[in-house]
Structures are given as structure tokens and as C-alpha cells.
């Protein structure tokens, strides 16, 4: 898979610097999506000491990682953005084995009330370990 297929839209999400923290797409459609974060040495600060990845994060890593199905359409016509509105769930099972891992976040996107929000199902993995889990709902703007 071309991970630099979905390029541009890693840079329409609004988050900047240090606060993005995708990486890469290596799937997407309109219902799913499966992204990427290396964490190295510049991130360390911002995931934890020495790499450990801060479970916390875990909701962020999901949110951001579903705003790519909102932001895609398969037609590549219409954008939407999207904000956190609750966090209906959310359990950490363990940190990252490694000290600078390569992060994995899946999940499923389904749009609610004529696509005005969204609940969000996703998992961050380190290789096969799921290190957590979030249930989101996102409140969706309309198209840009």
C-alpha cells in the first residue's frame, strides 16, 4: 500500500506541530480507517518518559484518527471536520513494550442525525498488543 497516497489528507486536519500525531494512513474508506504514529525522540516529551506512550493519548490518537473518514469522501468532493463531544468509554489495558513503538490506531465511523454526529469505535495497537480502547462521539460540521 502507498502510505503517502493519503498525504494531503493528513494535511487538512487542523492539528499542527506537536499535536498532530498521525503519521500515515495505511487504509481508509468512508467507515473505516487504520493510521500510523512513530513515536521517536522528538515526540517523547509530548507521549512520555523514555517513549512510553501516555494511555491518555489513546483518545486523541482515535479522534484524530477518525477525522479522516469525515474529511474523505469517495467522490473527494465533500469535507467535514469534527470535535470531540464525549467520551462515552474508555479503558487502557497496557503501555507500548517498546520504548520508541510504532503506533497503530484503528476505527469505525458511523454518522448519526443525517451525518450531524458521529460515534467512534477505535483501538490503538503496539504490533498485535492493543494497548487501549476509546467509544467516542464527535460532533460533525457541515462541508467546508
Given at each position: 500500500?502507498?502510505?503517502?497516497?493519503y498525504?494531503?489528507?493528513i494535511?487538512?486536519?487542523?492539528?499542527?506541530g506537536?499535536?498532530?500525531?498521525?503519521?500515515s494512513?495505511?487504509?481508509?474508506?468512508s467507515?473505516?480507517?487504520?493510521t500510523?504514529?512513530?513515536v521517536?525522540?522528538?515526540?517523547?516529551?509530548?507521549?512520555g518518559?523514555?517513549?512510553k506512550v501516555e494511555?491518555?493519548?489513546?483518545?486523541?490518537?482515535v479522534?484524530q484518527?477518525?477525522?479522516?473518514?469525515?474529511?474523505?469522501?469517495?467522490?473527494?468532493?465533500?469535507?467535514?471536520?469534527?470535535?470531540?463531544?464525549?467520551?462515552r468509554?474508555?479503558?487502557?489495558?497496557?503501555?507500548?513494550?517498546?520504548?520508541?513503538?510504532?503506533?497503530?490506531?484503528?476505527?469505525?465511523?458511523?454518522?448519526?442525525l443525517?451525518?450531524?454526529?458521529?460515534?467512534?469505535?477505535?483501538?490503538v495497537?503496539?504490533?498485535?498488543?492493543?494497548?487501549?480502547e476509546?467509544v467516542l462521539?464527535?460532533?460533525?460540521g457541515?462541508s467546508?
Open positions: 500500500m502507498d502510505r503517502n497516497k498525504h494531503g489528507l494535511e487538512k486536519l487542523p492539528h499542527r506537536a499535536m498532530r500525531l498521525i503519521d494512513i495505511s487504509a481508509l474508506d467507515r473505516t480507517v487504520e500510523e504514529t512513530r521517536d525522540e522528538t515526540r517523547t516529551a509530548l507521549f518518559r523514555d517513549g494511555t491518555y493519548l489513546g483518545i486523541e490518537l479522534a484518527s477518525a477525522a479522516f473518514p469525515l474529511i474523505y469522501d469517495d467522490s473527494g468532493d465533500e469535507e467535514h471536520m469534527g470535535m470531540i463531544v464525549q467520551v468509554s474508555f479503558e487502557s489495558f497496557c503501555s507500548p513494550e517498546t520504548a520508541m513503538p510504532v503506533l497503530r490506531t484503528t476505527c469505525e465511523v458511523d454518522l448519526l443525517d451525518g450531524k454526529v458521529a460515534s467512534v469505535r477505535g483501538k495497537f503496539e504490533g498485535e498488543t492493543c494497548l487501549c476509546a462521539t464527535l460532533a460533525v457541515g467546508k
